[in-house]
């Protein structure tokens, strides 16, 4: 597909020849120039061709595509009684039919339309879709030939209780001022734009027309600035700009002000770091005041602070954070989970699981353990009076008072008994650690590979070096190999009393 951007026939010695860039720079030759004349610029430096006239596809109108798209084109076929159909010399009857009053019967029933990459390029004829297809709410308008907003204004306006609509893959040129409210997009609630080159800017020029949006798709479009919508976007409830480069974490802050916004998806956008400055830890930030959702993943995140960060908000439940730098800092991925709940006071769901109050309460008494003696170190103390850690310790464990509050400060003889590496060295010339069942924090239900985190997290061991098997009083002499990371203690008919070994 290309872009056509010389609407002027170039007349040369050799015939006449149209200007275009392609969607795939690829396929392009040059940047417009032609025996030192210029006579259209590209994005990219090899995107533009010269092609002729009759191999440029200039697109059909909303309506014809419409009724291609669902095989109610009756271009080619002749009408003939009321209740037949003449296809070349045959005749086809229809019994009890009239295929005109049939066909438009299904146009006037059509309320979601996918017209997806069917070369639509112009609204056709004025107010011929509103009284085709009255009930259209939906659209889908991806990889087509639209080339501006004023065709797109064109078609929606037809469209009365338009709801829904995606444009992406169009190269649309966008106003360069500010449009006015009106009722074509009034009713919208759902608008996507992604791979359509649409600025920041130019977004917040058009969205006074997007009086009700509460949903806006801006995936890979460069945007690497953001600006603050003022008085616009107001009833915005997701915004995802996945795969555009930002030019740093401090941009969020542009649209930080959002006040309805629910779930903001920022895959692959380039962040190393978040940061709320209005708010000192332990104290939630004025900042994305109702933001549930939050999607991080595929970013260059490489410090628990922003992970801290993140404890500021107010209202988050849900968080994506995969293949960022600072989870390559923890081996284990059941200690690293853990260590984010913990982290996040109000977290429900991580990474699209869910976090049960045993799993919640685990980790942050594990965390509380685990930090302990750093704690200690950094000037923390059982006497209340006495109990004052180094800013430097509560910039890193920002939560660690509050869960002290919470669980009480971890005694003197929790820490002391908390000693994996000695631990480790004590078993080492015998290989082999017991562990009694239910009498630990096991269950049933429990998979061997979490068993394994368990452990990872008492004697600092990768699960992949651990061997576990199990000894019955049932089965006295005979030894069980638990040689299936995915199957749960229950599998291996392990019972109360019964002990699992572990072998490194």
């Known amino acids: 597909k290309f872009f056509l951007l010389v609407l002027d026939y170039i007349i040369r010695d050799n015939g006449i020849w149209l200007g275009v860039e392609w969607d795939d720079p690829q396929r392009g030759k040059h940047d417009g120039t032609y025996e030192g004349t210029q006579y259209f610029k590209c994005r990219h430096p090899r995107g533009g061709s010269f092609i002729r006239p009759n191999k440029a596809n200039f697109g059909v109108d909303f309506l014809t595509a419409v009724k291609d798209r669902y095989g109610l084109n009756d271009q080619g076929v002749q009408h003939g009684t009321e209740n037949t159909l003449v296809l070349g010399k045959k005749t086809v009857e229809f019994v009890g ?21 069917c070369a639509v390029s112009h609204a056709g004829q004025k107010e011929e879709i509103g009284r085709t297809c009255p009930n259209i709410r939906h659209i889908n308008l991806s990889k087509n030939l639209i080339s501006s907003w004023e065709t797109v204004t064109a078609i929606a306006s037809q469209v009365q209780n338009l709801e829904t609509l995606n444009l992406s893959e169009n190269k649309m040129k966008f106003p360069s001022t500010s449009t006015s409210e009106s009722s074509v997009f009034s009713k919208l609630r759902i608008l996507a734009l992604n791979q359509t080159q649409i600025t920041w800017t130019e977004v ?14 801006l995936t890979s479009n460069n945007i690497t600035v ?5 008085n616009v976007l107001q009833t915005l409830k997701l915004l995802d700009l996945s795969d555009n480069q930002l030019l740093d974490g401090n941009q969020l802050h542009l649209i930080a002000h959002l006040p309805r916004l629910e779930q903001l998806i920022l895959r692959n956008t380039g962040i190393s770091s978040i940061h709320f400055p209005d708010a000192e830890f332990g104290c939630k930030t004025k900042m994305f005041p109702s933001l549930k959702r939050l999607t991080i993943n595929d970013n260059k995140i490489s410090q628990w602070s922003s992970i801290n960060e993140l404890d500021k908000l107010s209202s988050l439940q849900s968080l994506q954070c995969h293949n960022n730098p600072f989870m390559d800092t923890e081996k284990n991925p059941e200690t690293l989970r853990q260590l984010i709940i913990a982290k996040i006071s109000q977290l429900e769901v991580l990474n699209k699981s869910e976090i049960l109050p045993a799993e919640r309460k685990g980790a942050e008494l594990d965390y509380r353990k685990i930090f302990g003696n750093d ?10 009076e006495k109990n004052k850690p180094s800013e430097e310790f509560l910039a890193a464990h920002p939560r660690y008072p509050s869960l002290c509050l919470k669980y009480g400060a971890p005694e003197e003889g929790e820490l002391k008994g908390r000693q994996p590496l000695t631990l480790k060295n004590q078993l080492l010339s015998k290989s082999i650690f017991l562990v009694t069942f239910l009498s630990s924090p096991l269950t049933e239900s429990m998979t061997i590979q979490r068993v ?4 990872y997290r008492l004697l600092k061991i990768p699960g992949s070096e651990l061997k576990l098997s199990y000894e019955s009083s049932k089965l006295e002499g005979k030894e069980v190999e638990l040689d299936n990371d995915l199957k749960p203690l229950q599998f291996y008919s392990i019972e109360n009393g019964d002990c699992v070994l572990v072998r490194w």
């Open 97 to 117: 039919m009239d295929s005109v009053a049939e066909q438009q019967s299904q146009l006037n029933r059509l309320v979601d339309v996918s017209v997806h990459g």
């Open 204 to 217: 917040l020029l058009c969205a006074p027309g997007w009086p009700a949006l509460e949903e806006l798709y």
């Open 226 to 230: 953001l600006e603050r919508p003022d």
């Open 375 to 384: 704690w200690l170190a950094a000037g923390g103390n059982w006497n209340p």
């Open 452 to 455: 394994k985190g368990l452990l």
